[in-house]
């Protein structure tokens, strides 16, 4: 008699464990994509600069820079070459206009080296406009010896210093 209670209450659990059992879904999941393969690529993957960018610019002239001697802003015919290709892409694009920064070296005094630098952004600007860019797409800035290019205080990093950069705005 003590074993019939026992298996009813063991046939109960097993009709309750059985009811919370869960049911298989009537649809099944789509099979996992293989993430392993080769990448496609989504969208525009060129690395060429953009046209008329200051990318373009440096990547298509000579050289953005051109060089002084010491206590010079004079443009010598090295330089006039690059600016002939300066120039010339200038010409591509007549709607970009151009700020010509003058530096230099660390050595002289601020007000010394903001004039200097003065005069080799003009000097640019003035042998850009002869060879046929418009005087009005070029301003001039000078930040004398306070954005240095190349860092010491050799004559290797004076040369470096002693600069005009031409730098495409819109």
Not at 80 to 97: E, H
Request: hydrophobic fraction near 40%; include cysteine.
């Amino acid at each position: 008699m003590t074993k019939r209670p026992a298996t009813l209450l063991l046939a109960a659990s097993l009709i309750a464990i059985a009811g919370c059992a869960k049911k298989p879904p009537a649809v099944l999941p789509p099979a996992p994509v293989d993430s392993t393969g080769p990448v496609v690529p989504t969208g525009p993957t060129s690395t060429a600069p953009v046209p008329g960018s200051q990318e373009d610019f440096v990547a298509s002239v000579a050289a953005d820079r051109i060089f002084f001697a010491l206590d010079e802003a004079s443009v010598d015919a090295q330089d006039r070459a690059t600016l002939q290709s300066q120039a010339a892409w200038l010409a591509r694009y007549p709607q970009k206009r151009v700020t010509i920064e003058g530096h230099c070296d660390e050595r002289g005094t601020r007000e010394y080296n903001l004039a200097l630098g003065e005069r080799r952004a003009n000097a640019t600007k003035n042998a850009l406009s002869a060879l046929g860019v418009d005087a009005a797409r070029i301003t001039t800035i000078s930040y004398g010896k306070e954005r240095p290019d190349a860092t010491g205080s050799d004559e290797d990093a004076y040369a470096k210093n002693r600069r005009a950069v031409t730098v495409t705005i819109q």
